[in-house]
């Protein structure tokens, strides 16, 4: 149980255009999902935390009108990465936790972004 | 600030044991955690302690001592697919987790 699922699990785009990364919990219902990013060799980097049906909550320093965070349900959420520069390419992560067990979160497989 | 602390590389023998620390400062406590991950994929949980004490799972076990702020991961039998990062994380009192850097483990033959 508790399975994360991520899609696409690897991308390519063009500076300038937009990409729109998907994080569903496929077995349980996500009150809370977070989304992270990760630079080689580093550490996961907390970027927003979203509730269902609310507005995501924003890290400082992540801009909030350039990674677009959506969670319109209990199983998916969305972050698009929008008008995207070569130095937004990284490792985007996302996890989710169920409802009443927020100390826990299930890991997504994770999608490579690459930005030309 | 909020601070976790571990080491950032690690070497040990296949077959052998090691043993990862990790030191914590934190607004409050409300668990810890460790994940293993792979190079290119994501973190998978490990281990979940909140009570002081030894949890152990197979050939992992973790321990932790609230009054010290610190815990270790112990990996017995250590075999070559261990070869991983291993993060610390402890959730605070608002309950925001908060990483370490990783502990980068290298399994010798």
């Known amino acids: 149980g508790a399975v994360v699922s991520q899609h696409p699990s690897w991308v390519i785009c063009k500076s300038g255009t937009s990409v729109k990364i998907e994080c569903r919990s496929l077995?349980?219902?996500?009150?809370?999902m977070f989304w992270y990013r990760q630079f080689p060799k580093q550490s996961l980097m907390l970027m927003a935390t979203?509730?269902?049906?609310?507005?995501?909550?924003?890290e400082q320093g992540v801009e909030k009108d350039k990674f677009l965070i959506n969670h319109a349900s209990l199983t998916l959420s969305t972050l698009t990465v929008t008008s995207a520069h070569p130095e937004d390419s990284s490792f985007y992560i996302c996890s989710a936790s169920q409802a009443g067990a927020d100390y826990e979160q299930y890991f997504g497989p994770g999608t490579r972004l690459t930005v030309t | 600030g909020q601070n976790i602390d571990q080491p950032t590389e690690m070497t040990a023998t296949e077959g052998a044991i090691v043993q990862i620390n990790c030191t914590y400062q934190t607004s409050g406590f409300n668990g810890l955690f460790w994940y293993q991950q792979h190079a290119g994929e994501a973190p998978t949980f490990l281990s979940y302690?909140?009570l002081d004490g030894l949890e152990e799972k197979g050939r992992f076990s973790s321990f932790l001592s609230r009054s010290k702020g610190y815990s270790y991961l112990l990996l017995k039998e250590l075999q070559m697919k261990d070869s991983a990062s291993y993060l610390c994380a402890v959730t605070d009192s608002n309950y925001q987790l908060i990483w370490g850097a990783g502990t980068k483990l290298i399994i010798k033959p």
């Open positions: 302690n909140v």
């Open positions: 979203s509730n269902e049906g609310s507005k995501a909550t924003y």
């Open positions: 077995d349980f219902q996500a009150t809370t």
